[in-house]
C-alpha cells in the first residue's frame, strides 16, 4: 500500500534517547551511538519483519572531510545509496539523484542517537549478557518498558569498538517483531574506497542542478507552524519533537504532521481534510514495529503511525483535538 512510503518514512530521525540507569551501561549506550560514525566496517546485515527477510550489504569509511557510507541490497530490485556530509544519494538507471535525507529513522547500524538523557522512568536499561554475532563478542542490553504503551528493545554491542550488531524490538510474550543482524563483518582494516572518489564526483555535479532548486527542497520539507491540533492521551515521557505543515505525494493538499518521540520510540500524527480518497477508511494496519490507524473525525482524516503497539496508536488518534489557533 502507498502510505508505506509516505506516512512511515516520515516518523523521523528521534531527538533524544533513552535513559538508562548505572554507569557501565550508559558507557555502553555512548560508544555505541558513535562507533557507527567513527568506525570504518563493510559487512552484510538482515533485516526481518512478519515474514519478510531484506538483505543488505553497508560499507563504511572515515575519511578526513566526513563519513561515507554505501548501501547495497543483495535482493529483489537492485539498489543503492550513498551518504555523505547529511546528503543521501541513490543510483538510479546509472545516475546519481539526490533524495530526501531529513526522512526515515535511524539506519542500522546507526540506530541510536547521538545525545542521552535521563528518561529512566519509560525503561528499565540492563546489561543482559554476553553473546556472538557474525563471529564478534557482545554486550547485550535490555530496554524493558515501564508500561504496555510500548515495545521492549533488545541491542548487541561489539565489545571492542562499540559497534551495534544486532537489534531487535520484542512484544509483550517476548517474540521478535523485527531485527537487524550482522550475517558477516569485517570491522577495521583495508577496504576498496573507489566508490568514495565517484560518488564525490558525482555529488559535485549533480549539486549544480541540486543548489538551483533549494527553494524547492526546502518547501518538501514542510514549514514550521501551530496548528492548534493537540494529543491529550501520549504515552508518558513522550515529547513533541516537531510540528510542520508538508505536502506529500497523492495529497491535494498540504498535510499537518505532529512527531512525538520518548528517545527510542517515534509517533506522527497527520492531519489533513477528509476527501473520497481511497486513504479515507478506518483501519489498522502493521508492519514490523510500525503500526498505522487512520479515522475519519469531524471531516478530517486523522492518521497515527507510531514504533508502538497498536493500542497505543488508536489511543493517541481518539485523544487528537483542534484546540484552535494560539
Avoid at 557510507?69 to 543503492?80: N, V, Y
Avoid at 530496554?143 to 509483550?172: C, M
Wanted: neutral net charge.
Amino acid at each position: 500500500m502507498r502510505w508505506w512510503g509516505g506516512f512511515c518514512g516520515l516518523l523521523l530521525a528521534m531527538g533524544s534517547a533513552h535513559a538508562v540507569e548505572g554507569r557501565p551501561t550508559l558507557d555502553w549506550l555512548k560508544t555505541a551511538a558513535f562507533a557507527a560514525h567513527q568506525t570504518d566496517y563493510s559487512g552484510v546485515f538482515v533485516y526481518q519483519y512478519d515474514n519478510h527477510v531484506e538483505t543488505s550489504r553497508i560499507t563504511h569509511v572515515v575519511e578526513t572531510d566526513s563519513e561515507y557510507e554505501k548501501l547495497e541490497s543483495l535482493d529483489g530490485p537492485k539498489r543503492e545509496i550513498i551518504r555523505h556530509h547529511g546528503q543521501v544519494w541513490c543510483y538510479i538507471s546509472h545516475k546519481m539523484v539526490q533524495v530526501d535525507s531529513q526522512q526515515g529513522r535511524g539506519r542500522f547500524p546507526a540506530l541510536l542517537p547521538e545525545q542521552l538523557s535521563t528518561l529512566s522512568e519509560n525503561y528499565q536499561v540492563k546489561e543482559a549478557g554476553m553473546e556472538r554475532v557474525a563471529g564478534y563478542n557482545a554486550q547485550v542490553i535490555l530496554f524493558q518498558p515501564r508500561d504496555s504503551l510500548r515495545f521492549a528493545h533488545k541491542i548487541w554491542v561489539h565489545t571492542d569498538t562499540g559497534l551495534l550488531l544486532k537489534a531487535a524490538v520484542l512484544d509483550d510474550k517476548n517474540q521478535i517483531i523485527e531485527q537487524y543482524a550482522f550475517t558477516q563483518l569485517k570491522i577495521g582494516g583495508e577496504f576498496d574506497r573507489s566508490w568514495v572518489v565517484s560518488s564525490k564526483a558525482a555529488g559535485m555535479a549533480a549539486g549544480k542542478s541540486v543548489n538551483s532548486r533549494a527553494a524547492a527542497d526546502a518547501v518538501k520539507a514542510g514549514t514550521p507552524v501551530n496548528s492548534g491540533w493537540v494529543v491529550d492521551a501520549l504515552p508518558a515521557g513522550f515529547k513533541k519533537t516537531m510540528e510542520i505543515l508538508r505536502p506529500m505525494r497523492g495529497k491535494h493538499a498540504p498535510v499537518t504532521q505532529l512527531v512525538f518521540s520518548d528517545g527510542l520510540s517515534a509517533i506522527s500524527v497527520f492531519i489533513e481534510p477528509a476527501d473520497t480518497d481511497e486513504d479515507d477508511v478506518n483501519g489498522l494496519t502493521s508492519r514490523g514495529e510500525v503500526n498505522l490507524y487512520h479515522k475519519v473525525v469531524d471531516k478530517h482524516l486523522l492518521t497515527v503511525v507510531g514504533e508502538v503497539p497498536p493500542r497505543t496508536v488508536m489511543q493517541v488518534l481518539d485523544s487528537v483535538r483542534y484546540n484552535g489557533q494560539k
